[in-house]
């Protein structure tokens, strides 16, 4: 197991509770629109967000290779369904992650400048990524 951080350990956490927040804002909305994948547990009956419920929203860090924003994660929004996605509803909840992430990021990351962009299919946490 590689040695990290603590402070980067930190960072992530903060940037998990975010995404469950954001996981259980969309299961609100839309979690009675497709059938849940039969292996997938029931939305809220597990310890954690990303194991259960129709959604699993969360981020990995890129170091940005070949991005015009540079380091920052890369946000994955994933549905547990065996139901087709239609296009129009995979930009609506892009739209949707954007605008909870602008309004959620501040108050978890206080002081710091981040910004969240589209990029390709997905969107870009990127800015102030400091451990400080």
Known sequence: MGMRHHKAKEWE????????????ALEQKYG????????????GS???RE????????????????????PGYVVDI???????IPKELKLELRERVQAMLTEKLPSAFPGKLLHIDKERRHLRIHGDLSLD
């Not at 956490?13 to 259980?24: A, C, M, N, P």
């Not at 994933?78 to 087709?84: E, P």
């Open 13 to 24: 956490q903060k940037l998990k509770r975010v995404f469950d927040e954001i996981d259980v």
């Open 32 to 43: 009675d629109r497709f059938k849940r994948h039969p292996a997938r547990a029931a939305h």
């Open 46 to 48: 597990t310890s954690s």
């Open 51 to 70: 194991m259960d419920g129709l959604f699993n929203v969360g981020a990995s860090y890129s170091a940005g290779f070949g991005s015009r924003f540079g």
């Open 78 to 84: 994933r549905l547990s369904t065996l139901q087709r």
